[in-house]
């Protein structure tokens, strides 16, 4: 029988530590909060302390706990992405290299849908107070990048506190019926896997995109005398240096040098950073990955599938090479248009395309300001 556990996740002030008490009159669960590691590790909450102590406190909470055989409730704003993967690994690889024949947990995501303002309101009526920035910052990120089974969780479901209609009976219910069975749909699906089906490796390659475009210049890229990374980036910049971006900015789960610099030598290879070909031949990029359907812990995203990210890079790959074509307001339709003309998209992928660019162009910051 799996061991069920809780991540919560929503901008400060959205209600968590209330759902989570909630959660609390349902089972056996052990609350683990940040908050409360803080308090434990410093004496007071609000210091923001170490967070590689905080972290490595709450693991090892986590990992006692599933020994125990006690299901967890993970009680953070977990904002973030980059964070809530990152989180859900460390977790699975310490229960694997520290308790000895203990299975590992299975994660429910409990996504906080309370609007900005009730956030502030509550945010206002309690005593630990977060300044509202804070609260905003939280509450875009979730918004860009609201979590998805193929983070790592067996099931998402959303959690509307401030409705009516809310009870804990639907929750009870809701984690009753818990299976893998949404698990199993996500893995019957039909798909051509390629080498960047798993999130983790599709966020890395989007976020070093816009990284490359946003403090690089990369619609400028020179000319490339070689295929070697070192000579793909600008002015000297050092895959070190990227790597460190990437930490501050999306976290370190994206910032692994060796999967960085793989992901030059792709970006290179068709064509999207060093000499830039105006004919915009088609991107030949290959099925691969296709051990990942063997693993019954994959999960695949929406652009796992070859002829979708084929197609998002394709415009992608338009973007740059045509960063100087008028894109007046409304930008969206113009950039269709202009993706039309340019015979990069058929008219039957018009709509495709409107997501492509809600769900990647936009959030990723790719094509910034789109509207």
Known sequence: MPLNCHLLIGPPGSGKSTFAAKLMQLGNYKIISSDGIRKQLYGDENTQGNWGEIEAEIIAQMVNAVAGKQPIIYDATNAKRGWRMDMLRKVAIAVTTQGKGLRKPEWVGWHLRTPLAKCKEWNRNRSRKVPETVIEM????????????????????????????????????????LSGAKLN????????????????????????????IRYYKLESFPKADNTTSQHILFAGQ??????????????????????????????????????????????????????LSKKHNF???????????????????????????????????????????HH???????????????????????????T
Do not use: C, W
């Not at 809310?166 to 929750?171: D, L, P, T």
């Not at 749909?185 to 490359?212: C, E, G, K, W």
């Not at 030059?264 to 051990?291: C, V, W, Y």
């Not at 990069?344 to 789109?370: C, F, H, N, T, W």
């Open 138 to 177: 939280g509450y875009q990120s979730l918004r860009d990048f609201p979590p998805m089974m193929a983070e790592g969780f067996i099931a998402v479901y959303p959690v509307y506190l401030q409705r009516a209609d809310f009870s804990e009976q639907n929750v009870a219910a809701t984690i009753e019926n």
């Open 185 to 212: 749909d996500y893995n019957r699906q039909p798909m051509t896997l390629h080498p960047y089906s798993r999130l983790v490796d599709f966020d890395r390659l989007m976020h070093l995109i816009a990284i490359l």
């Open 238 to 291: 050092s895959i070190e240096e990227i790597s460190a971006m990437m930490t501050r900015l999306h976290g370190k789960i994206y910032a692994d040098k060796q999967a960085l610099t793989a992901d030059l030598d792709f970006l290179h290879r068709h064509g999207m950073i060093g000499e830039k070909d105006q004919n915009l031949p088609s991107l030949k990029i290959t099925a691969g990955g296709t051990d």
């Open 299 to 341: 999960i695949p995203h929406f652009y796992s599938h070859l002829p979708h990210f084929r197609r998002l890079l394709k415009i992608i790959k338009f973007i740059l090479e045509h960063h100087n074509l008028p894109l007046d307001q409304p930008r969206a339709n113009n950039l269709i248009i202009q993706l039309q003309e």
């Open 344 to 370: 990069i998209i058929q008219p039957s992928q018009v709509e495709a395309v409107r997501k492509d660019i809600k769900k990647i162009l936009q959030p990723y910051q790719i094509l910034s300001g789109l």
